[in-house]
């Protein structure tokens, strides 16, 4: 067994030989090639890092047919971008409703000879952008049975062309300011009768999605001719909006006199709920499908629009791109053929690369301006095919979809997000250069709003090829000798 005095002995020698080994590290330069002369010759590694600028092509594309159902949120409402340059835009939505709380409280359901009071329409305010202030008129439209059957297993695009579902016209409202909407809905005389096919419903089918979705296809919601076009636009939560019906009745003993007031919820949630304290799951059958048109005339765009072939002419780069959420117009990058010379040339004799990182910086154009910042899409995503919403190899979304599903907190190396203090964005393409440089992919990327909020505020100007500030790629990577 060691001593008290032996221990103290080997304790003291411990800290003197820490003291001398920090107090040589200290007075020394750090050696970079520690342990390089183990190392065979032809394994031998260095890390370096180049930058390239300008190297790639930008240019601008259009494709409406971003998806655009089941979002669990509805956007509603018009504007026009003041300074001239994204144009005007309108938003309408396709609801269908479903009941849920029910009048039958006994075989009388709404009771005897029941007098409709009012209809209400409730939307929960998300965001709204644009000016608010302003008093927007809209209209409801009843949906009919059209071409196909409009169900929650199909997808629907923010091009979808609601004129083949669109029936009469059954109500209107009016809305301003930032609150909840909570209007009442005007009838017109097919509205009035609408209201009373509702009250007249039997209780199976109030009590069964499938049948009460074939009597009351849905509603189609839009801005109604003649309200401002310098508005804004509302985002509203489905998962507190609906309608709400008033309906009074009469007394059982005298028919003459009002008996009571029943008051029925119907809701637009398109989006299953799970009770956290039971598991059990209500899966709703109804859908959402939002439309949105983009007018560009008169405006910035509306002179490339037609300078470029309707945003199709890729014989030509722009200097100023731009990347809109709901369908908007959107930023084609193609990665030059001397960026994919060079970069094969750095594997060139016998020396091969493993990249460690690619870091693509693209800049806003008015990168001075806070209104800028505060309009520009929050976060970039970048794919291979934006109606299939296919995804390059570093921006594979749905891994971080599935852990917020989890309840876990992800978010992959990619980035994309804006870095408000350098007005740019910071993109992770690792993955995606490394494939490029082995000739495994194609030099072609299309820039587009993240695919978890596609349907997001926001309309950004970046800037493109041969501009001041063209996009930068920052790569490093590690050199190995074959």
Same mark, same amino acid.
């Given at each position: 067994m060691p001593t008290?005095?032996?221990?103290?002995?080997?304790?003291?020698?411990? &800290?003197?030989?820490?003291? +001398?080994?920090? %107090?040589?590290?200290?007075?020394?330069?750090?050696?970079?090639?520690?342990?390089?002369?183990?190392?065979?010759?032809?394994?031998?590694?260095?890390?370096?890092?180049?930058?390239?600028?300008?190297?790639?092509?930008?240019?601008?594309?259009? =494709?409406?047919? &971003?998806?655009?159902?089941? &979002?669990?949120?509805?956007?509603?409402?018009?504007?026009? @971008?003041?300074?001239?340059?994204?144009?005007?835009?309108?938003n309408s939505s396709l609801l269908q409703f479903l009941p849920i709380s029910m009048p039958y409280t006994n075989r009388h359901g709404?009771?005897?000879?029941? $007098?409709?009071? =009012?209809?209400?329409?409730?939307?929960?305010?998300?965001?709204?952008?644009? @000016? =608010?202030?302003?008093?927007?008129h809209f209209e409801i439209y009843n949906i009919v049975e059209g071409p196909e059957p409009i169900v929650r297993d199909s997808m629907y695009r923010a091009s979808f062309d609601v004129e083949d579902y669109r029936g009469e016209k059954l109500f209107e409202f009016s809305h301003k300011g930032r609150k909840d909407v909570e209007a009442r809905l005007f009838p017109t005389a097919a509205g009035k009768d609408f209201i009373d096919r509702i009250i007249r419903l039997d209780s199976l089918t109030y009590r069964n999605d499938s049948l009460f979705l074939e009597k009351f296809r849905g509603l189609y919601i839009t801005?109604?001719?003649?309200?401002? &076009?310098?508005?804004?636009?509302?985002?509203?939560?489905?998962?507190?909006?609906?309608?709400?019906?008033?309906?009074?009745n009469h007394d059982t003993l005298d028919v003459t006199a009002i008996y009571d007031t029943i008051t029925t919820?119907?809701?637009?949630?398109?989006?299953? $709920?799970?009770?956290?304290?039971?598991? $059990?799951?209500?899966?709703?059958?109804?859908?959402?499908?939002?439309?949105?048109?983009?007018?560009?005339?008169?405006?910035?765009?509306?002179?490339?629009?037609?300078?470029?072939?309707?945003?199709?002419?890729?014989?030509?780069?722009?200097?100023?791109?731009?990347?809109?959420?709901?369908?908007?117009?959107?930023?084609?990058?193609?990665?030059?053929?001397?960026? $994919?010379?060079?970069?094969?040339? +750095?594997?060139?004799?016998?020396?091969?690369?493993?990249?460690?990182?690619?870091?693509?910086?693209?800049?806003?154009?008015?990168?001075?301006?806070?209104?800028?910042?505060?309009?520009?899409?929050?976060?970039? %995503?970048?794919?291979?095919?934006?109606?299939? +919403?296919?995804?390059?190899?570093?921006?594979?979304?749905?891994?971080?979809?599935?852990?917020?599903?989890?309840?876990t907190a992800y978010k992959m190396p990619y980035g994309g997000y804006l870095n408000r203090s350098n007005?740019?964005?910071e993109i992770d393409i690792t993955s995606y250069i490394q494939q490029l440089a082995d000739g495994k992919i194609s030099p072609d990327v299309l820039l587009g709003p993240d695919a978890i909020n596609r349907f997001g505020f926001g309309a950004t100007a970046l800037s493109g090829s041969g501009s001041e500030r063209p996009i930068t790629i920052r790569l490093t990577y590690t050199t190995i000798d074959r």
């Open positions: 008290e005095l032996s221990m103290m002995r080997f304790y003291k020698w411990c &800290l003197l030989g820490s003291a +001398l080994l920090f %107090g040589t590290a200290a007075c020394t330069e750090v050696d970079d090639r520690l342990g390089e002369t183990l190392l065979p010759g032809h394994q031998k590694m260095e890390v370096e890092v180049v930058s390239f600028t300008d190297q790639v092509e930008t240019y601008l594309y259009r =494709s409406d047919s &971003l998806p655009s159902s089941r &979002l669990g949120y509805a956007y509603l409402g018009q504007m026009t @971008d003041p300074k001239g340059v994204f144009g005007a835009q309108t709404f009771g005897i000879d029941p $007098i409709v009071d =009012s209809m209400c329409i409730l939307f929960e305010i998300d965001g709204v952008r644009g @000016d =608010s202030l302003q008093v927007q801005p109604a001719p003649g309200s401002p &076009l310098a508005a804004a636009i509302y985002s509203t939560d489905l998962e507190n909006s609906g309608l709400r019906l008033h309906v009074r919820l119907f809701t637009f949630n398109d989006h299953d $709920i799970t009770d956290t304290s039971t598991g $059990i799951t209500t899966a709703w059958d109804n859908v959402s499908i939002n439309t949105t048109k983009f007018d560009y005339t008169g405006s910035v765009l509306g002179q490339l629009e037609a300078a470029t072939d309707g945003f199709t002419d890729t014989s030509n780069t722009q200097s100023v791109t731009y990347v809109q959420t709901m369908g908007g117009v959107g930023t084609r990058l193609r990665f030059s053929d001397e960026l $994919i010379t060079q970069l094969k040339a +750095l594997k060139s004799g016998d020396r091969d690369i493993m990249i460690n990182q690619a870091m693509m910086h693209i800049w806003l154009e008015d990168e001075n301006s806070t209104p800028a910042l505060d309009a520009a899409v929050a976060r970039l %995503g970048s794919y291979m095919n934006l109606t299939r +919403l296919n995804p390059i190899p570093d921006y594979q979304y749905g891994k971080e979809a599935s852990y917020a599903a989890g309840g007005a740019r964005y």
